[in-house]
Protein backbone atom coordinates (compact mmCIF):
# COMPACT_ATOMS: atom_id res chain seq x y z
CA UNK A 1 0.00 0.00 0.00
CA UNK A 2 0.56 3.54 -0.29
CA UNK A 3 0.24 6.49 1.55
CA UNK A 4 -0.65 9.73 0.49
CA UNK A 5 -1.03 13.00 2.69
CA UNK A 6 -1.29 16.29 1.04
CA UNK A 7 -0.45 20.00 3.24
CA UNK A 8 0.25 23.47 2.52
CA UNK A 9 -3.81 23.93 1.68
CA UNK A 10 -5.90 27.42 3.05
CA UNK A 11 -7.05 31.06 1.95
CA UNK A 12 -5.29 33.18 -0.26
CA UNK A 13 -6.03 36.32 -1.96
CA UNK A 14 -6.51 35.83 -5.84
CA UNK A 15 -2.71 36.82 -7.26
CA UNK A 16 -1.13 35.05 -4.93
CA UNK A 17 0.57 31.89 -4.02
CA UNK A 18 0.47 28.47 -2.68
CA UNK A 19 2.71 25.70 -2.03
CA UNK A 20 1.01 21.85 -1.53
CA UNK A 21 3.17 19.00 -1.00
CA UNK A 22 2.28 15.60 -0.98
CA UNK A 23 4.36 13.09 1.25
CA UNK A 24 4.27 9.77 0.35
CA UNK A 25 4.85 6.58 2.19
CA UNK A 26 4.94 2.92 2.65
CA UNK A 27 5.07 0.75 -0.87
CA UNK A 28 6.46 4.00 -2.64
CA UNK A 29 8.61 1.76 -5.28
CA UNK A 30 5.13 0.43 -6.82
CA UNK A 31 4.24 3.45 -7.96
CA UNK A 32 5.84 5.87 -11.07
CA UNK A 33 3.76 8.81 -11.57
CA UNK A 34 2.66 11.34 -9.08
CA UNK A 35 -0.51 13.41 -9.95
CA UNK A 36 -2.68 16.29 -8.68
CA UNK A 37 -6.34 16.82 -8.99
CA UNK A 38 -8.50 19.04 -7.89
CA UNK A 39 -12.48 19.10 -7.56
CA UNK A 40 -14.73 22.19 -6.77
CA UNK A 41 -18.24 21.91 -5.32
CA UNK A 42 -20.69 21.07 -8.49
CA UNK A 43 -17.98 20.29 -11.33
CA UNK A 44 -16.12 17.31 -12.58
CA UNK A 45 -12.54 16.21 -11.30
CA UNK A 46 -9.87 18.17 -12.86
CA UNK A 47 -6.50 16.56 -14.09
CA UNK A 48 -3.63 19.34 -13.40
CA UNK A 49 -0.01 18.03 -13.23
CA UNK A 50 2.00 14.99 -13.05
CA UNK A 51 5.43 14.29 -12.51
CA UNK A 52 7.33 10.74 -12.47
CA UNK A 53 9.76 10.11 -9.47
CA UNK A 54 12.62 8.88 -11.84
CA UNK A 55 13.00 11.27 -14.73
CA UNK A 56 11.35 14.55 -13.06
CA UNK A 57 9.63 14.88 -16.06
CA UNK A 58 6.31 16.45 -16.02
CA UNK A 59 2.15 16.82 -17.80
CA UNK A 60 -0.13 19.65 -16.98
CA UNK A 61 -3.60 20.67 -17.63
CA UNK A 62 -4.36 23.42 -20.08
CA UNK A 63 -5.91 25.13 -17.12
CA UNK A 64 -2.92 25.59 -15.38
CA UNK A 65 -0.17 25.71 -17.20
CA UNK A 66 2.04 28.42 -16.86
CA UNK A 67 0.96 29.11 -13.58
CA UNK A 68 1.54 25.64 -11.48
CA UNK A 69 4.51 23.90 -11.53
CA UNK A 70 4.99 20.24 -10.27
CA UNK A 71 8.40 18.90 -8.25
CA UNK A 72 9.84 16.21 -6.50
CA UNK A 73 12.44 15.33 -3.97
CA UNK A 74 12.97 12.32 -3.90
CA UNK A 75 15.00 12.10 -0.93
CA UNK A 76 12.23 12.90 0.83
CA UNK A 77 9.60 11.19 -0.83
CA UNK A 78 7.84 14.32 -1.35
CA UNK A 79 6.49 16.07 -4.38
CA UNK A 80 5.13 19.71 -4.72
CA UNK A 81 2.58 21.76 -6.58
CA UNK A 82 3.60 25.78 -6.55
CA UNK A 83 0.81 27.68 -7.04
CA UNK A 84 1.12 31.16 -8.49
CA UNK A 85 -1.03 33.66 -9.79
CA UNK A 86 -3.95 32.13 -8.52
CA UNK A 87 -7.65 32.91 -9.46
CA UNK A 88 -11.06 32.57 -7.51
CA UNK A 89 -11.73 29.64 -9.74
CA UNK A 90 -8.74 27.87 -8.39
CA UNK A 91 -10.83 27.26 -5.47
CA UNK A 92 -11.48 23.36 -4.97
CA UNK A 93 -10.41 20.99 -2.80
CA UNK A 94 -6.75 19.26 -4.23
CA UNK A 95 -5.69 15.55 -4.28
CA UNK A 96 -2.46 14.19 -5.01
CA UNK A 97 -3.00 10.53 -6.36
CA UNK A 98 -0.16 8.12 -7.69
CA UNK A 99 0.01 5.16 -9.84
CA UNK A 100 2.47 2.59 -11.49
CA UNK A 101 2.97 3.18 -14.98
CA UNK A 102 2.83 6.03 -17.84
CA UNK A 103 1.13 9.72 -16.64
CA UNK A 104 -2.82 9.59 -17.63
CA UNK A 105 -5.00 12.40 -17.23
CA UNK A 106 -8.42 9.92 -16.24
CA UNK A 107 -8.28 10.17 -12.61
CA UNK A 108 -10.02 6.60 -12.24
CA UNK A 109 -6.90 5.02 -13.22
CA UNK A 110 -5.19 6.23 -10.48
CA UNK A 111 -5.45 3.66 -7.20
CA UNK A 112 -3.97 5.84 -4.43
CA UNK A 113 -5.21 9.08 -3.24
CA UNK A 114 -4.50 10.91 -0.20
CA UNK A 115 -7.01 12.39 1.83
CA UNK A 116 -7.41 16.02 -0.31
CA UNK A 117 -6.31 19.66 1.69
CA UNK A 118 -8.62 23.05 0.50
CA UNK A 119 -7.94 25.88 -0.99
CA UNK A 120 -9.78 28.91 -1.22
CA UNK A 121 -8.65 32.22 -3.12
CA UNK A 122 -10.75 35.47 -2.48
CA UNK A 123 -11.24 37.55 -4.91
Known amino acids: QVQLVESGGGLVQAGGSLRLSCAAS????????IGWFRQAPGKEREFLAAITWSSGSTNYGDSVKGRFTTSVDNAKNTVYLQMDSLKPEDTAVYYC????????????????WGQGTQVTVSS
Open 26 to 33: GHTFSTTV
Open 97 to 112: VARQGYYTKNSRLYPY
